[in-house]
């Protein structure tokens, strides 16, 4: 692929995040104002003046206009963009701050009250944990790739479950903290793990 191409899909990937963005500023002014069960798509569709099957187009349910973002595409390239001389934890500790530094604040807003809103809607709780089974194989898979192993093999599994698990607890520890910063809590997160759990000090 050429530098070209390169440049043609970074354009599309950006023009799709903002009207992705747009849909979902709208959802959740909705969801504010009459709440998330009392919200249709058409409702939706009509305030980000879209037709409903475009609506469809870029989120396949209301549960994953919630739950989803094009942020992960991003999140992967630079993940496998990282020296090879990095561990995998501190190439995934890298990648994410370079994509999370890419969110403009007003997103980094919406997304924590996306993540309020899964919490507090049990359809939303539920199917944020089939989406973090899903992100665990996607992990499992890049680092396989990375250290040379096949993506099942025990330790590549226990790695991605690890992060999975990490990445949890600080959507639970955000969730009821407004001011919570949650770019930096991941990335210290991550490095408690890095640094294989230490206890510290109260």
């Excluded at 799709?16 to 963005?21: E, G, N, S, V």
Aim: no cysteine.
């Amino acid at each position: 692929m050429n530098t070209d191409d390169q440049s043609k899909i970074g354009l599309r990937e950006r023009k799709k995040i903002k009207t992705r963005a747009s849909i979902q500023k709208h959802a959740l002014r909705l969801f504010r104002e009459q709440g998330y069960h009392e919200t249709t798509i058409e409702q939706i569709a009509e305030a980000a003046e879209i037709s409903p099957s475009t609506f469809f187009r870029y989120f396949p349910t209301k549960e994953a206009l919630v739950l989803e973002d094009d942020y992960d595409p991003i999140l992967i390239q630079m993940f496998q963009e990282q020296p090879p001389e990095l561990t995998p934890i501190q190439a995934l500790r890298r990648a994410m701050n370079q994509g999370l530094a890419m969110i403009p604040e007003q997103e980094k807003e919406a997304l924590r009250e996306r993540m309020e809103l899964t919490f507090s809607v049990p359809e939303l709780r539920a199917a944020s944990l089939n989406q973090l089974t899903d992100t665990l194989r996607m992990i499992a898979k890049l680092l396989a790739v990375r250290v040379g192993r096949e993506s099942d093999d025990f330790y590549v599994m226990s790695f991605a479950g690890a992060v999975i698990g990490v990445i949890m607890s600080i959507l639970v520890y955000s969730a009821d903290k407004p001011d919570a910063d949650y770019p930096s809590l991941i990335d210290e997160a991550l490095a408690h793990l890095e640094a294989g759990f230490p206890l510290l000090p109260d």
